[in-house]
């Protein structure tokens, strides 16, 4: 049996989120009048009222996409164009970060590429966050838009998105951020946050892959990716999955409900993986070191002396699931953009945990670690000999 320490990847979908998915999928299009599709619309309607009430908004900010890729990018593109209406000729200034995930940066240099937007894009600080003050600095009189993760897919690292929202309360510049790894963990409240819009995607926080969250506060000007059938106000059209919105609002509703046991326990496990690992010879910890400076569920260490994909294959032959240096890796991966921009060397390795993660989870990986790392190093290429018991 694999131990799966891949959480910020995906982790599996909650029991109650599995069951609204199944409960859901099956019923009309929630825009007919007829009675089975008002009965759809009931049930995505709901799911809007579960997620504005986890995230702090109203449920007519929130805008169900295929996933938190769609909702950077609704975002990015649909603020830049919607300024370039609104001043035709103009290039709008958008300010990102290095450390952005591509669903934010690609979007940003793809607009810039086509001439759409000029574009600053932050450096990291060696541990990953941003300076709230850096992203100030480079805002302009033409910046329409700000995009800063609240905290890093691969390292972990969170930025005072709060303090980057509060500065520029006063300035007509969006504030955006994507919010996926940071929500299982840390509270996220758009209001008390003071942002524009927000990105979250379902299957990392215990929902199905493919449905994510747009929240687009009411007035923010935005232009859609998606022209059809002008569901949701017109800003994302396609027809509503009521399967996938349900799972993703039932799966959200928990995750606020549990946070508070879940973050302690998950800070337990995470605190005993770390020790055990940076215990072993040649194993450096990236990312924040104050630990209220990443979340509880991102060890991202960097290991010496050991080839990336020699690594990824013992692992995987010793049913270890975690995100390595490998070619093919993704999290960790050697040729990171995150990893580079913040000068991290070695092989890399993230290990997160998720919801359903377990001391046997732990237990298992420092074991396998262990054994594999010296291994390694010693050259030798024969499969993992630690035996699984589960
Ligand atoms: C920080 C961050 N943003 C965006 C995404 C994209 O999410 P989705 O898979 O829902 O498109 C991911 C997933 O890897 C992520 O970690």
């Known amino acids: 049996m694999t131990t799966y320490l891949d959480h910020a990847a995906t982790t599996p979908p909650r029991p109650a989120a599995r069951a609204a998915l199944q409960r859901w999928l099956d019923v009309a299009n929630p825009s007919s009048t007829h009675l089975p599709g008002q009965a759809a619309r009931v049930a995505v309607e709901q799911a809007r009222d579960q997620v504005a009430s986890a995230l702090g908004c109203s449920p007519h900010e929130v805008v169900f996409t295929a996933g938190a890729t769609e909702a950077d990018n609704l975002a990015v593109k649909g603020i830049v164009w919607a300024a370039n209406q609104h001043r035709p000729g103009g290039r709008p200034h958008l300010v990102t970060t290095a450390v952005e995930h591509p669903a934010v940066l ?3 240099r793809w607009l810039a590429e086509r001439g759409e937007a000029t574009l600053s894009i932050v450096p990291a600080g060696a541990d990953g966050r941003v300076d709230p003050e850096a992203v100030l600095a480079a805002v302009r009189a033409d910046t329409v838009l700000v995009s800063v993760m609240a905290a890093n897919n691969e390292l972990g690292a969170v930025n ?10 006063e300035r007509e510049v969006a504030v955006h951020t994507d919010a996926v790894q940071a929500v299982l963990t840390r509270e996220v409240d758009v209001g008390d946050w003071g942002v524009d819009a927000l990105a979250l995607s379902a299957h990392k926080l215990g929902g199905p892959a493919g449905v994510g969250v747009a929240v687009l506060r009411r007035g923010l000007p935005v232009v859609p990716l998606l022209h ?6 017109g800003v994302r059209s396609g027809t509503l999955a009521a399967g996938l919105d349900a799972a993703c609002g039932v799966a959200l509703e928990q995750t606020v409900a549990e946070r508070s046991v879940l973050t302690p326990r998950l800070r337990d496990l995470s605190d005993r993986l770390a020790a055990g690992l940076l215990a072993l010879d040649g194993v450096q910890r990236n990312g924040p070191a104050d630990p209220t400076a990443r979340l509880v569920t991102h060890l991202h260490v960097s290991i010496d002396g050991v080839d990336a994909d020699a690594l990824a294959v013992a ?6 699931a975690a995100s390595s240096g490998s070619a093919c890796g993704s999290g960790a991966a050697a040729s990171s953009h995150v990893l ?5 060397r070695g092989t890399p390795l993230r290990l997160s945990l998720g919801w359903p993660s377990m001391d046997q989870d732990v237990d298992r990986a420092l074991q396998v ?10 050259g030798v290429v024969r499969p993992a000999t630690v035996r699984v018991e589960h």
């Open 106 to 108: 690609d979007p940003a």
């Open 160 to 169: 005072d998105v709060p303090a980057i929202a509060a500065a520029l309360a």
């Open 228 to 233: 059809g059938g002008g569901q949701d106000r």
């Open 315 to 320: 692992l995987d032959r010793a049913g270890l």
């Open 340 to 344: 580079a921009s913040i000068g991290a």
């Open 369 to 378: 670690l262990g054994e594999v790392i010296p291994r390694l190093r010693r």
